[in-house]
């Protein structure tokens, strides 16, 4: 059975760092790229970062470059996303994914999908 369980969000305020992480479970994590959505009240849901299968590839939305760092380790089935200098535009609902293959923005390209994780930036 397929699981992706995130954890770290938190109500923060603006100019802190968090560090979310994704735990995978039920299929081979290390063929899989995976990425970060987020979803903020009202708004659809929104490409954030993604990984290759193997780390070596990494993919930023605009929003987050300079700031957001994702990273992967295969030894542990986990993907994190390093979230640096926090705006109150950055509050949402934090998912990870997966697919299969390369990595890709596209939100329906992706396999398999965590419950979520609440980050919340005060001003």
């Known amino acids: 059975q397929v699981q992706l369980v995130e954890s770290g969000g938190g109500l923060v305020q603006a100019g802190d760092s968090l560090r979310l992480s994704c735990a995978a479970s039920g299929f081979t994590f290390r063929s899989y790229a995976m990425a970060w959505f987020r979803q903020a009240p009202g708004k659809e849901r929104e490409f954030v970062a993604a990984?290759?299968?193997?780390?070596?590839?990494?993919y930023y939305a605009d929003s987050g470059k300079g700031r957001f760092t994702i990273s992967r380790d295969n030894t542990k089935n986990t993907v994190y996303l390093q979230m640096n200098s926090l705006k109150p535009e950055d509050t949402a609902v934090y998912y990870c994914?997966?697919?299969?293959?390369?990595?890709?923005?596209?939100?329906?390209?992706?396999?398999?999908w965590g419950q979520g994780t609440q980050v919340t930036v005060s001003s």
């Open positions: 990984i290759s299968w193997s780390g070596a590839g990494r």
């Open positions: 994914a997966a697919k299969p293959g390369l990595y890709s923005g596209s939100y329906y390209s992706y396999a398999y």
